[in-house]
């Protein structure tokens, strides 16, 4: 026994005998699901098994238990159950109604019963089968925390009457409002808009008069009426009128009808209840119906910088601020006031900058021009040769045919320069990919607070549509190839960078350990070590990176990017099915050459 | 002064490691409580010892016993919790880190258990590659991995990869990169476990005789008592982390410190193990029972030093007990009774 106990070596927990571990685990009623548990693991446990207390009382077995997980599904059930039959309210007394009048809403009644029947039947239906789900399920999936439970101490176990009362809190929270929401019509959409003018404006009006009361407000606005009133009244008897005072009448009547709009609101304001604002509040779109005074309108501008120059430097430029006044009473939301502010920051940028900008944009097309100019001058059969004599080294005879035949399409539908132009823009992205993926993924890897930086920043940029990029591409460097690059940069790098990082986390502590124990240093480790074990995954990323280069560079064509794309997107706007269908074969046969030869060459590299 | 030395090496793995050090040495806590109430696993409690130039010092102890994570102390790709290591005299604790780089390249040669080759190299210049690290030209370091590749009978593997070689081939790879630098020190954590026994008998008689030669000063483990007793000039036994007993394997098979360690030593043959001088009778005492020695009869005679193998032969084809001689006077006797008693590992009465 000793011997046992000190071969176990890495967890002496107590374990030994199965009935002990479950009476810890299960806590109360533990000879049950002892025996049950037992059962289950011989195979003996027949599937109509079925925990009672699962089927009757399933939110409070799970979450005393702390089985979130059934405790999450059978609520879901429930509410989907008794939101059906919730319909019952919705459609109960519009079918009243509709019955008072038979003939003339026959075809209402029809309606209303049918929908309430199907609601009832679903909702009946799934309340039954769902209990008898989590009925079914409840101890399987009991046992399966248990297995969890042996494993990480940490995982839920035993009862606690606290987690009954965290789950009583998620109901009430939860329940209750769905609920009422399910009893309701839809509300108007002008309605909750309507509401929030009324009741901003009601504000305004509180403040002009400086009352508190809405009620003194109703009175301040009547007396004021009543003067202006006995003013025209008093103005219109008499019979003749100074210019003056013709001009007064004038100013009073359109008092009047302002006051008459100022009432209108306050009524207005009377009259949301309580019920409303509540629905507009929680039942209807989230609430985000703030207004809020928009950021100052500013606009920032490089001009010559006329001092300087007179001062000998030529070509000295300076920005210049222009602030624009407000536009009167103008509220927007919060949407729109970030929308503004990225504006105007995007603008600011773009002043101060100008130089770095235009710089990389240079940078950029210059590089371009240049591998465009080497695939463009290149003649054809140079590189379709060099093309099939990869796919014939690394590829088999299949990939050969593929090849030439890929190849043969671009040339027979003259979409060859074309094409390589969209392959000039890829290879310039790829190889900034490369260039900037590479160190960060590795900056990634060996950094715990550069992953936490640099990761969430990689998600964003993979779900952001693509055609989202375009946008600020386009704010800082204008339409045309560099931005193109640049958008396309952003959305094909992502792949680069975590699969160099995770290619280099994957690689075994024991192997760094070995290095580090010859002596290795941290860059030795690195380039002798961890990269070359990255190196299949690496390529891999680059495999994707390119693929991902290829698809955006056809989408940049609506920022004026030449090649494939761009026919593509002209036949979108004339609507040519047939001329872009040919060009959206070539981009694709372009990806699958691609591909293949990559993958060739990768499974050759992984071969040592 | 000792080559390696290792003072006082606690490891506690966990957040709490210095409260549960403290609460081990206050409260003598065990392994499952230690875990229990600070979430921390013992490594390795209190260890201390010291190897000589040219010594092979065994490490053994059961599975878990804390044999790995003591020896990659040694060269520190483990840092203690609390304790101090030195090497060569040196406390390597205090080492910058490109002086521990040096030290780990030119003077420690390791050996894992787990092989830990690099996939993506040949053997030949994994072999090579502490060399590498060094900076020695690719000829040089073709040169003595080759030479190694022949010490560990592995000739003509060089251009393999390790992915294609058997588990035991690739230890001895691991064996010949930990020899082929020729490093002072020789960490060798279990180098011998996938071996077959032959391949394995004659690996440990070629690295006895190149240890001798070249007076190589190693920390070997095995959680093999044949191959330590056969390996180590002293054993340090390891239960739970703890060094319980230290000393020649004659020391621990003849005196084992507690009950883990008879355990340990009970299926061990002792004929070779165990000289006279730890079983023979005072001659007073045998006098006292016996009567006194006949001078004029033909006792066969034996040295302290020899092995109860040598005994045995004596005894054989006489009735007369031995006599244990040391610089011409008799310092023990040895009988029959008392040689099957020595021979069985219990006490004469
Ligand atoms: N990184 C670690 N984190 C936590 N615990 C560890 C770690 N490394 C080792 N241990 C623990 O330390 C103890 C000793 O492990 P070690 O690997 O030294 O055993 P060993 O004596 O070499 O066993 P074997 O003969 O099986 O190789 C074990 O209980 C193990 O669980
Ligand atoms: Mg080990």
Redesign the interface.
Known sequence: MS?TA????????EVESRDVSVTVFADRNAAYYGSVFERLQKGELPFWHMNVAGLLIPWVWSAWRGVWLIFWISLALDMVGLVCLMQNFKYGPLLADAHLDPSANAILIERYTRWLSVYNNVGIATLILGRLLIGLQANRWYFKQYSKWRIAVRTAHGVQARRVVIAALILALVAPITLYRSTQQRIDERACFNQVRAIDGTRRLQSRYGVTEVSDLTSALADRRDRLVTERATLEASASLTDDQKGRLGEIRREERQLRREIDAVEDYKAVSAKDRFDCLFIDDFPTLARIDPPADVTYRRVPDEEAIAQGRRGATKVITQVKDPVEGRTVNIFTYTAESIDIGINFLRAQYAGIFDAMTNVLRQSLIRVEVAFMLTPWPVLVGLAMILAWAYCGTGTVVFVGASLTFLAVFELWQIAMQTMALVVVATAICIFVGLPVGIWMAKNRVANWITEPILDVMQTIPSLSYLVPAVAFFGISQPPAVLATVVFAIPPMVKLTALGIRQV?Q??K?????????ER?LLT??EL??A?PSIMAGLNQTIMLALSMATISAFIGAEGLGAIVTAALGDAQAGKGLLAGIAIALVAMVIDRILKGIRSSLSR? | MSVVEVDGVWKVFGDKAADAIAAIRNEGLGKAEVLDRFGAIIGVKNASFTVEEGEIFCLMGLSGSGKSTLVRHINRLIEPTTGTIRILGEDIGAMTPEVLRALRAEKIGMVFQNMALLPHRSVRDNIGFALELRGKDAYHRAQLADHALETVSLHGYGDRLPSELSGGMQQRVGLARALAADPEILLMDEPFSALDPLIRRNLQDEFLGLSQNLRKTTVFITHDLDEAIRMGDRIGIMNDGEIVQIGTAEDIVTAPADDYVADFVAGISRLKLVSASKIMVAVEKHVARHGPIDDARDYPAARPEDDLDTLVELSTGTELPVLIRHDGNTVGIVTKDTLLHGLQGTEAP
């Not at chain 1, 350990?513 to 002596?519: I, N, S, T, V, W």
């Open positions: 011997t000190a071969m176990s070596g890495a967890e002496p927990r075994p024991s192997t350990e070995a290095a580090l124990a010859f002596g290795a240093s030795q002798k070590v070359p074990m190196v040592i």
